[in-house]
C-alpha cells in the first residue's frame, strides 16, 4: 500500500515542511504502508494507493471563513481539485484502488474516482477500508500505535475525546518528534482533559525531557477550573517564553464566544492563546495578549482584520511582517481585492512595494 496526500496537505500549505503529515504518519504506522510523494505517485501500478484529506474542499469553519474572505477556494482547495483530477486519471490508467481516509473525508462522498471511503478513525477500520467498497465507517479505536518517523509540526497525540493515548506511545512520538524537531507539540482537543491538576503537569515535565514543548488546544471552562500555575511552572513560562494554543470554547469550534475574563486568568501564566471570533467582536478581544482571528461577517471585515493584525504581530514577529503589514492595508482600501487576486507573482510585486513602503515610513 503506498499513501499520499495532495502537495499543499503533504507539505502544508502555510509552512513548508520536508515531513509529511502527522495524520499521514499515522495511517503509515497502522498499515505499514509506504509514503510516496504526491509528484512520484506515477511511478507505481497496480497498487492500493491510500490518501489522506485534512479540508479537501474547505468546508470546516476555518475554510468556510477564508473562502468568504477571498471570495473563492481557499489555496488548499485549489491544491485538492487539481490533484484530485490527476489521481482519477492514474486511477484508470494505472490500475490503482484508491481509499481516501482523513478528518475532511465526509466531504468527498460523492467523489467516483473514490473506491473506498473511510469516515472516522482508521485503527480499527483500515484494513477493511483496504478490502471493501463505497463508504465505511470507522469504529472508535481501542488500540493506539506510535508513528514510525517524524511528521512536519512535531506533534504527539495525548488523547483523542475521553480515551487517553497509551504512556509508551506517547512517549515513542515525543523520542521521534524531538530527534527531527528538538522540540514537541502535544495534540489534543484540550490539554486540560487530558487529566487532573497532576496527571496534566506530569505530562508537560515528560514532554520537557524531549525540547521545548507546546500544546494544541486548551478549553475555556477547563481552564478556569484549572490551576494554570502549574502549567506556567512546568514549561519555564514567562514574558520571554510563553505558549500560544487555540482557545476554544464549545469542544468541535474553534469559534470562541464566552466571556472574555478567561483571558486574564491565560495572560497572567504565559498562555497567548490564538482566538477565533467573530468579527463585530473583535476589538473587545484587543486588549489582551492573543492572536486575534476575526471571522468575517460585514462588508467592513478587512479594516477589521487590519486592525487586529496590527495587535496580533507583536506577538507573532513574523520575519517578514511588515509585507502582511502592508498587503492588509491594502486589503481595507482595495475592499479585499488584492487579497482575492493574490498569487505568487503578485507576491513578490507586494515584497518589492512594501520593502518601499517601509523604507519610507522610516525616513519620514
Not at 96 to 114: C, E, F, N, S, T
Not at 259 to 288: A, C, G, H, W
Request: hydrophobic fraction near 40%.
Amino acid at each position: 500500500m503506498i499513501l499520499s496526500a495532495d502537495p499543499s496537505t503533504f507539505r502544508s500549505w502555510w509552512r513548508r515542511s520536508k515531513y509529511p503529515p502527522y495524520g499521514l504518519r499515522k495511517v503509515e504506522a497502522i498499515s505499514g504502508g509506504k509514503i510516496v510523494q504526491p509528484e512520484h505517485l506515477d511511478r507505481y501500478r497496480e497498487e492500493i494507493l491510500g490518501i489522506y484529506v485534512n479540508d479537501p474542499l474547505g468546508r470546516s469553519e476555518i475554510g468556510q471563513a477564508i473562502s468568504r474572505i477571498v471570495q473563492g477556494d481557499p489555496p488548499y482547495v485549489k491544491s485538492f481539485k487539481k490533484f484530485e483530477s490527476r489521481i482519477r486519471e492514474l486511477r484508470d490508467r494505472n490500475s490503482l484502488k484508491v481509499v481516501v481516509g482523513g478528518p475532511g473525508a465526509w466531504q468527498l462522498q460523492d467523489r467516483d474516482w473514490i473506491d473506498s471511503l473511510l469516515i472516522g478513525e482508521a485503527e480499527e477500520s483500515l484494513e477493511e477500508a483496504v478490502k471493501g467498497k463505497g463508504v465505511i465507517h470507522g469504529r472508535r479505536a481501542e488500540h493506539f500505535v506510535a508513528i514510525r518517523a517524524p511528521s512536519g509540526l512535531a506533534e504527539v497525540e495525548v488523547n483523542r475525546g475521553s480515551r487517553r493515548i497509551p504512556e509508551n506511545v506517547i512517549l515513542e512520538e515525543m523520542r521521534i518528534q524531538s530527534s527531527a524537531h528538538g522540540r514537541v507539540n502535544l495534540i489534543t482537543s484540550d490539554i486540560l482533559s487530558y487529566g487532573d491538576e497532576s496527571e496534566v503537569t506530569d505530562l508537560l515535565i515528560k514532554a520537557r525531557k524531549f525540547g521545548e514543548v507546546t500544546f494544541s488546544n486548551i478549553g475555556s471552562v477547563t481552564a478556569m477550573n484549572f490551576d494554570l500555575e502549574k502549567i506556567r511552572t512546568a514549561l519555564n513560562l514567562n514574558e520571554n517564553h510563553w505558549i500560544s494554543p487555540v482557545l476554544n470554547s464549545v469542544q468541535g469550534s474553534c469559534l470562541y464566544s464566552l466571556d472574555s475574563e478567561v483571558l486574564k486568568l491565560l495572560n497572567r501564566n504565559y498562555i497567548y492563546p490564538m482566538v477565533y471570533v467573530e468579527e463585530e467582536r473583535t476589538r473587545e478581544f484587543l486588549q489582551y495578549k492573543a492572536v486575534v482571528i476575526p471571522l468575517p461577517q460585514t462588508e467592513n471585515y478587512y479594516k477589521v482584520l487590519y486592525e487586529a493584525w496590527k495587535h496580533d504581530r507583536v506577538i507573532v514577529k513574523l520575519p517578514f511582517s511588515f509585507v502582511v503589514d502592508y498587503v492588509l492595508k491594502k486589503a481595507v482600501e482595495t475592499r479585499g481585492k488584492n487579497l482575492r487576486e493574490l498569487r505568487s507573482s503578485s507576491l513578490i510585486k507586494y515584497i518589492f512595494m512594501a520593502g518601499f513602503y517601509n523604507l519610507f515610513q522610516f525616513v519620514k
